[in-house]
Nanobody
Framework: QLQASGGGLVQAGGSLRLSCAGS????????LGWFRQAPGKEREFVAA????????NYADSVKGRFTISRDNAKNTVYLQMNSLKPEDTAVYHC????????????????WGQGTQVTVSS
């Protein structure tokens, strides 16, 4: 089970840090990812990190502004979001995959319930 938290309302240019804590199993050998879904839009890839911390991948729309990290000892993945824009407004979901990270949501085995991020202009 994955539990996302840290969302909220922030002004454009602000920052938020999302957390996603795993329970019921260790996700230390899983790749972890963040996806987001805005109203009326399909779920889209945001960022992912391999279990070994050696590789990360970002959507072009967030590259240079968002940073994904993980703490295997805490079974937690984070998404630091800086320079937020109104178009970042969405429900953010974390996901886990037993294998190398992927950018397609169907490749992930476990999902968190999502946390709302709203960026005002």
């Amino acid at each position: 089970q994955l539990q996302a938290s840290g969302g909220g309302l922030v002004q454009a240019g602000g920052s938020l840090r999302l957390s996603c804590a795993g329970s019921g199993r260790s996700f230390s050998s899983y790749s972890l990812g963040w996806f987001r879904q805005a109203p009326g839009k399909e779920r889209e890839f945001v960022a992912a990190i391999t279990w070994s911390l050696s590789s990360t991948n970002y959507a072009d729309s967030v590259k240079g502004r968002f940073t994904i990290s993980r703490d295997n000892a805490k079974n937690t993945v984070y998404l630091q979001m800086n320079s937020l824009k109104p178009e970042d407004t969405a429900v953010y979901h974390c996901a886990a995959r037993n294998g190398l990270f992927a950018t397609t949501s169907s490749a992930y085995d476990y999902w968190g319930q999502g946390t709302q991020v709203t960026v005002s202009s």
